[in-house]
């Protein structure tokens, strides 16, 4: 069975099909929702449940999507943003954008420190796109491991498709100005 | 419609769905339109390797991102209580017909939830960790340990924490950043990052531990009267968190390696011993193999000091009495306590261990 197959199945009440969709996302809701709020597991988990919980009373008024694993991840973002607004209103004046603004760009010293501290390529690698702005940083895990396409991308960021395009772009050329630092700095220490 | 490759950057490679889609799950018509392409484009075959370059560089740093670990325990827990929830809504919600009918099941679940609430109130007296926790104002991590193996747990500051089973550890979000504050529940191993300027405090119980780094092991679980600290290396010291560190009414404990620290949580009384089973300790300073512990006509001061480096245990004696006694014997095998009683029957002595230190009473030896 496929996993639209799979929806079909559940949506008429199958519970082996809608176990068989939980175990093959709840990985991948449970990195992407802890990269969104590292702060508590629990909180995670308990989105997590709520997700499902409502999918199994909705089922009969659900439609087909066309990719589950981006409708699941949406989903659980909704989940997540309703419950952290409802909780933090007050400390939380500034929209996503507001904060997009404000993010401090690390300057190349700071940049350097990064590479240093890291032994092995990946970790460097992982540290460099540790320090890109959070948005950016999330462009890019849905993109490049979860596999959603720039409309869905657009979709669970609440921008249009080409603003999500910018937001890999914008990170893929940050990253590629920071990969060449290390050479710059060994070319200026021989001019020297 | 298909966009002009022709003028793409490598990051614009990166932006085409149908290039990432190609790069991360190739199918039989995607590698042949871009086989295809590149065969026709050469000119554009930089680029292009660039964009391949890019996508394998940023998916090796997302990597622990994709590896992120869930353990099949949680996922398990986590759909059988999504399962009860479910049947719960099956009994209550699908029977619903009548909109006044609606009103008085969620009256009822009303009066039920503060049912519930009153009754955890009652039936489940707060733990220090619970009443720790309630008074932090940054968002707190928690890792519980669910799962029948110890978790590896990584903080920020690279110090690492060995949790039992059923133990949970909380950090603030802003760990590391004036101080290194940790909140146990249960038992736990630290392997503490050296960092002079942010002293390292696991708050457990009533007990604060205190360190700069090493590795030691504290076991606070909320059931028992004993929380007890062992050191494996380097020094800590553990205090009662009534009293700050500054104060001298209430004073704390020093640990040296291989001491241990019960504290009676009844009569908040401080028992300082040896561990069970001291292990060979390597100090960072004189980092150095172990000695194999043979000895053929060695003075025993020359033993006992040996020992005592050994292990980072004070041994104290009577270093009259026992200058010009020798010992002949291999005990490499032996554990800590073994060896005293050799040395000691040597010389016809007894040993005591009081307050994490060894005292060995009496012993001469007759002239060969």
């Known amino acids: 069975m496929n996993e639209q197959q799979l929806w079909t199945a559940f949506q008429l009440g199958d519970e082996e099909a809608y176990t068989q969709l939980y175990q093959l996302h709840i990985r991948a809701m449970y990195r992407y929702g802890m990269s969104l709020v590292a702060a508590s597991e629990a909180f995670v988990l308990d989105c997590v449940h709520d997700v499902f919980t409502e999918l199994w009373a909705k089922r009969t008024k659900l439609t087909i999507p066309d990719n589950i694993r981006h409708y699941l991840l949406k989903a659980l973002k909704n989940r997540i943003m309703h419950l952290l607004e409802r909780k933090e209103r007050p400390a939380k004046s500034l929209d996503e954008t507001d904060y997009e603004a404000l993010w401090a760009e690390p300057n190349d010293l700071e940049i350097l420190e990064e590479l240093e501290a890291a032994s092995t390529r990946q970790e460097r ?68 | 419609m298909q966009p002009n490759y022709e003028t793409f950057s490598a990051a614009d490679f990166l932006t085409d769905d149908a290039f990432v889609n190609h790069q991360l799950r190739p199918t039989i018509q995607s590698t042949h339109f871009w086989e295809n392409w590149f065969d026709q484009h050469p000119n554009r075959q930089r680029e292009y390797q660039q964009a391949i370059d890019l996508v394998t560089a940023i998916r090796l740093g997302l990597d622990a991102y994709a590896q992120t670990q869930l353990p099949e325990e949680t996922i398990h827990q986590l759909l059988v209580r999504i399962r009860e929830t479910n049947t ?56 519980i340990n669910t799962t029948q193996q110890v978790q590896i747990i990584r903080l920020p500051d690279q110090s690492v924490i060995s949790l039992t089973p059923e133990s949970r550890v909380s950090y603030s979000a802003d760990f590391g950043q004036q101080n290194r504050m940790v909140y146990l529940s249960g038992e736990a191993t630290f392997a503490v990052t050296r960092d002079a300027r942010k002293p390292f405090l696991v708050h457990a119980n009533e007990v604060v531990t205190k360190v700069l780094g090493t590795r030691f092991t504290v076991r606070a679980f909320a059931k028992e009267n004993r929380v007890r600290v062992q050191v494996q290396s380097g020094q800590v010291s553990v205090y009662h968190n009534e009293s700050s560190p500054s104060t001298t009414r209430q004073k704390g404990v020093m640990l040296l390696p291989n001491q241990q620290v019960v504290f009676n949580r009844e009569t908040a009384q401080f028992d300082k011993m040896l561990v069970e089973a001291p292990i060979l300790v390597t ?14 006509d060695t003075p025993i001061p020359q033993v006992l000091q040996e020992l005592k480096e050994a292990y980072g245990i004070e041994i104290r004696y009577n270093r009259e009495a026992l200058a010009s006694c020798q010992l002949n014997s291999s005990m490499t095998n032996e554990s800590f306590e ?19 230190q060894v005292i060995i009473n009496g012993g001469n030896c007759q002239q060969p």
């Open chain 2, 283 to 296: 100090s960072p300073i004189r980092p150095k193999k172990a000695p194999a512990f043979v000895y053929n």
């Open chain 1, 125 to 192: 690698l992982q540290r460099l796109i540790a320090q890109l702005p959070p948005r950016q940083q999330e462009a890019l895990k849905l993109r490049f491991v979860e596999n959603m396409d720039y409309s869905q991308i657009g979709e669970v960021l609440a921008v249009n498709q080409q603003s999500a395009k910018n937001l890999v772009f914008r990170a893929v050329e940050k990253l590629r100005s920071w990969f060449v630092l290390p050479i710059l700095t060994i070319l200026t220490f021989f001019r020297i």
């Open chain 2, 88 to 143: 719960q809504i099956h009994k209550t919600v699908v029977p619903v017909r009548r909109v006044a009918w609606m009103w008085w099941a969620a009256a009822a679940c009303v009066i039920l939830a503060l049912g519930i609430g009153i009754w955890q109130q009652i039936s489940h007296q707060t733990s220090p960790y619970e009443q720790q926790l309630a008074t932090l104002t940054k968002t707190v991590s928690e890792k």
């Open chain 2, 338 to 356: 073994q060896k005293l009683s050799i040395i000691c029957a040597t010389v016809g002595a007894t040993y005591d261990i009081i307050d994490g």
